[in-house]
């Protein structure tokens, strides 16, 4: 199932897909290398094959970004490697996207383990800190992944102390974390950009706060990888998940799990997986070495060592291996420079058609939200009937802009919301 971002989130859009694409490989990469220069604001940041012509003009990558043909077309060459039984290296395209997903966050491949999806790589957290059995308290706020209440709300009802902090003008204060953190807690959970507003955090300072308090912070990092600068070493965060199948241009199923090297001491391994060792010798089949166990298995040291399950899709894996190469090429910082006169015009415009924006003016992130009572029963029929796409919620509407868009898209937006 999908990660909704909203109880009532209804994507408006099907996008077409074309047959018979070529995969055309992207040049190398260096390390610190990015894409020159960015697009002019009314242009996209996307080549001619980049992406299918989609059936409306898609404003909603926050729920799910479109695949791009070149990285369809990785994921049909992987395919076709299986229903032909050809060889195809998995662990060379593990290598590569590790490494590119590194690069994204300034992490060590070695400190990434996969994961199924957001949700799971946070639960797994919780799980290696023993909670609740270990007591102590965990701060967190509501601009967070709604879908993560029920996972605080079910750990409150087990014992623990959850402090819940709520935003003053769609932000939350650092000052109100240090406020709420002290010595008994075990944990700070926050989304490093909001699924709400795109609010993004301070995470460094909020780091900062905790460690002085002895507390680990766990950031979920969905809507921050691919769209804006993170450092996850400058930062001092602990831990950080994200899934793939919404900036990162995979699909669903698999995502990267960051664990801070020098915090594994601190965790409690909960789940046993063969892809978590290093060496294996079995003492029980026939010609084996003679031992005292039914095998000698000594587990890796890494994140994978710690977190590593069972077997991962190969498929994603393909198409990320298309994806995060494309976005190194774009980079970042252009990527964040295409976009900002497109929300820079939605702050400017939709406010003068009555919408009350709940995004702070000065977020960097492709996330735009505005809070209008019965959104998604007031605005699905002229948004379906203009052909645009965005994320309707109950009281609430979220544009989400990607590289591949334009300011032509924002104006189209815009002319098909009434006044409200």
Not at 13 to 22: E, F, K, M, P, Y
Not at 145 to 166: E, P
Not at 276 to 293: A, E, K
Request: one cysteine or more.
């Amino acid at each position: 199932m999908q990660r909704p971002d909203s109880p009532l989130s209804i994507p408006l859009a099907r996008r077409t897909i074309l047959q018979g694409s070529t995969f055309l490989p992207l040049a190398p990469v260096m390390a610190g290398e990015a894409l020159a220069t960015t697009a002019p604001s009314g242009k996209s940041l996307a080549r001619p094959g980049d992406f299918a012509p989609m059936a409306r003009v898609y404003l909603d990558s926050g729920t799910m970004h479109p695949v791009p043909l070149p990285a369809k077309a990785s994921v049909d060459a992987y395919l076709q490697s299986r229903a032909e039984m050809r060889e195809w290296s998995s662990h060379d395209v593990e290598v590569r996207i590790k490494s590119a997903f590194a690069r994204l966050i300034n992490a060590a491949p070695e400190d990434l383990a996969f994961v199924q999806s957001t949700t799971a790589g946070e639960q797994s957290i919780v799980d290696a800190l023993d909670l609740p059995a270990a007591g102590g308290s965990v701060v967190t706020d509501t601009l967070h992944f709604f879908g993560s209440f029920w996972l605080y709300d079910q750990l409150a009802k087990q014992g623990v102390d959850v402090r819940w902090l709520r935003p003053r003008d769609g932000r939350i204060d650092p000052a109100a974390y240090e406020k709420a953190i002290g010595p008994d807690t075990r944990l700070v959970s926050l989304s490093l950009v909001s699924t709400y507003n795109g609010f993004e955090h301070d995470l460094k300072r909020v780091c900062e706060i905790a460690h002085a308090h002895g507390a680990l912070v766990y950031a979920d990092i969905i809507h921050a990888a691919g769209t804006v600068p993170i450092d996850v070493k400058a930062s001092g965060v602990d831990f950080a998940a994200s899934a793939s199948y919404k900036w990162l241009m995979g699909d669903f199923g698999l995502g990267f799990l960051y664990v801070r090297p020098d915090r594994l001491a601190r965790l409690k391994r909960k789940r046993f997986g063969y892809y978590q060792l290093d060496g294996f010798t079995p003492h029980v089949y026939p010609f084996d070495p003679p031992g005292d166990t039914i095998a000698d298995m000594t587990p890796r040291a890494d994140a994978e060592g710690m977190f590593a399950g069972g077997t991962h899709s190969h498929a994603v894996m393909a198409q990320l291996d298309w994806s995060l190469a494309r976005l190194l090429e774009l980079g970042v910082e252009n990527i964040m420079a295409h976009r900002q006169p497109m929300l820079r015009r939605l702050h400017e415009a939709l406010p003068a058609k009555g919408y009350e924006v709940v995004t702070p003016q000065d977020c960097r992130s492709p996330l735009f939200t505005c809070a209008f009572l019965d959104a998604h029963k007031r605005l699905s029929e002229p948004l379906s009937r203009a052909g645009v796409a965005v994320t309707l919620s109950r009281n609430r509407f979220r544009i989400c802009p990607s590289w591949f868009n334009s300011m032509d898209d924002i104006e189209r937006l815009i002319d098909a919301l009434p006044t409200a």
